[in-house]
Every structure is written in C-alpha cells, then in structure tokens.
C-alpha cells in the first residue's frame, strides 16, 4: 500500500468510537468470570444440587455436556448480592437456556451422503450453501491406503 492509502485509512479510524463509548457495550469482559473460584464453585454447587438435570424440561444431562449451564434466577449484573448466593440458580440444558434468553437454536436437518456410505451428514454447510457429500468422497475419490 501507498503512504497515501495507509494514512486514509489511519485517518478513517480514529473516529470510531471502542470500549465503554461504544453503543454496544455491555461493560467489560463477561467470560472474566469463569477464572474466578467462587463463581466455579458456585456452577458446580448448582449442577450437583439439581443432579445435572435441567429444571425446565427434566432433561437429565451427562457432567460435562457441553453447553450445561447453572442459569442465575435473578439476572448477575441486576443483583450483585446474589450472584453467589445457591438458591438463586437453576440447571438448564442449552437449548431451554438459549429459549430462556430469546435465542433459540435452530434445528439442524440432515441427508444420506450420495457416495452410497450410508453416513447422515447436515443438509446445508456453514454458509448455507446445500451440501450433497461427506468430506473427501464423491469427485475426489478414495485415497490410497498405505500398507
């Protein structure tokens, strides 16, 4: 790039506002409190208290299910008194916590590979874009076995 483009773009950028200016701040790092002890103690208080099984839909959970949450009744940031406090959390799956927050998951559908093996894949990739075969079958054909 030219000095030229490089200061416009430099001069582009200072204008924008970050952090606590931000119209979308929410007020610093909310993942901060997963390092903190008390708050892990506390998850796991809940989790254990509820015997891993989520409060809405009775769905009993494995311990280390991805996306099991120990949901805090009264909202953390609203009630700093309570964050702490047992009784005011819950155990909820991901997808009854993703409801309780309006954003629920969307259901994934799923299609027979057409190489012939048999293996369900997802119907759409990551761009929405229809998917047809598994990773590395149909037009690049089988790789070569080492013996």
């Known amino acids: 790039m030219s000095a030229e483009t490089r200061n416009k773009i430099s001069q582009s950028n200072q204008g924008k506002t970050k952090g606590d200016k931000h119209y979308k ?6 993942w901060e409190r997963f390092k903190d002890t008390a708050y892990l103690q506390w998850r796991n208080s809940v989790l254990t208290r509820d015997n891993y099984t ?3 839909c009775q769905k009993i959970c494995k311990k280390y299910e991805k996306g099991l949450a120990a949901h805090h009744i009264k909202s953390y940031k609203d009630f700093p008194e309570l964050r702490l406090d047992i009784d ?3 155990t909820l ?6 409801k309780l927050h309006l954003r629920p998951i969307k259901p994934k559908s799923t299609i027979l590979c057409q ?3 048999g293996t369900l894949i ?3 990739d990551g761009y929405g874009r229809p998917k047809k075969y598994v990773n590395h079958h149909g037009k690049r054909g089988k790789r070569k076995q080492v013996q």
Not at 25 to 30: A, D, E, L, N, S
């Open 25 to 30: 701040w929410k007020g610093g790092k909310p």
């Open 54 to 56: 989520c409060q809405d």
């Open 88 to 90: 005011n959390g819950k």
């Open 93 to 98: 799956c991901r997808e009854c916590h993703m």
């Open 115 to 117: 190489c012939g093996c």
């Open 122 to 124: 997802e119907a759409f």
